[in-house]
């Protein structure tokens, strides 16, 4: 697993102040695709204003048409509800999931909390049967930890 390679030039790409936040987060998922070989799709989501509903941000791979998701409705939606990580280890056995491409095969969603409010997520798309474990869940939840800094930051 490269997460702890990662997360080096994941911190160094977070203090560049001169890129803006939405070109930041675009290279951490340019990043995570390209270092991860089960990462096929990686995004992030946060709440659009005070709707319930998510607005896509930046995000490496395919282009996707769920760039808006309303809360409760396929996994990210469901995250946006529960504030709990969701692993899918097969997207098949989900009733409640949004098909973003016909090779997806399992998906992975991390809640982003600043100061106790869930106001995004992180979303991996695998086209690998069931590739994700506790390290993955650990090392989004850093991700995610380190992008909420930026967020907060004047």
């Not at 977070?14 to 995570?32: A, D, N, P």
């Not at 995004?43 to 319930?52: A, H, P, S």
Request: aromatic share 10%; glycine share 6%.
């Amino acid at each position: 697993m490269p997460f702890q390679k990662l997360k080096p030039q994941i911190k160094a790409i977070l203090k560049t102040g001169e890129s803006s936040v939405e070109l930041r987060l675009l290279k951490i998922c340019e990043l995570l695709k390209e270092n991860i070989s089960y990462y096929n799709w990686v995004g992030f989501y946060f709440k659009n204003g005070d709707k319930e509903e998510l607005k896509l941000s930046s995000y490496a791979g395919e282009p996707t048409d769920h760039t808006i998701i309303p809360f409760g409705k396929g996994i990210c939606g469901q995250v946006a509800v529960s504030n709990k990580n969701f692993v899918v280890a097969d997207v098949k056995a989900q009733d409640n999931y949004i098909a973003c491409s016909i090779n997806v095969k399992a998906e992975i969603v991390v809640p982003l909390f600043i100061d106790g409010e869930n106001v995004g997520q992180i979303d991996i798309d695998s086209n690998t049967p069931d590739p994700f474990t506790q390290d993955d869940e650990r090392f989004l939840e850093w991700v995610n930890e380190q992008v909420a800094e930026v967020l907060t930051a004047p």
